[in-house]
């Protein structure tokens, strides 16, 4: 459960994120920033069902740690990459271009979705550390 609420949380907003960043280094213009609230609300709309279609793929792959975050960033590469083809007047190329916009937050997701927390990590690391010296 936690799984599909990082995504569908986080997917939207890494998406949106990356598409005004693109949009603002195409033009600067202060009138952009202006609407990023409007962006907001339309990324997720947009961004709910490549969410959870890459977040079921990343359930799917859940007991293979590392190799789950490939996949899923491939599902989202292709998801946006799909939407990127039904668009009008768009090439191919663009269209293959546009699915790294996909790709990174799904990939993002995945790696924070994971079952393992930082702090624990740290804290194992600092574990074997002290059991190391007490030898």
Not at 52 to 60: E, I, Q
Request: net charge positive; hydrophobic share 55%; aromatic share 10%.
């Amino acid at each position: 459960m936690r799984r599909f609420l990082v995504f569908v949380l986080i997917f939207p907003l890494i998406l949106t994120l990356i598409l005004s960043a693109l949009s603002f280094y195409e033009d600067s213009s202060v009138a952009d920033m202006q609407v990023m609230p409007g962006m907001i609300w339309r990324g997720y709309l947009i961004g709910i069902v490549p969410a959870l279609v890459a977040a079921l793929v990343d359930w799917l792959l859940r007991r293979h740690h590392r190799s789950r975050i490939l996949p899923t960033a491939l599902s989202g590469y292709a998801l946006a990459a799909g939407a990127g083809l039904l668009m009008r007047d768009v090439s191919v190329f663009e269209a293959l271009q546009f699915g790294f916009i996909g790709a990174v937050p799904a990939a993002m997701c995945s790696v924070f979705s994971g079952k393992q927390r930082l702090d624990d990590v740290a804290g194992n690391y600092a574990d074997s550390a002290l059991n190391s010296n007490g030898k």
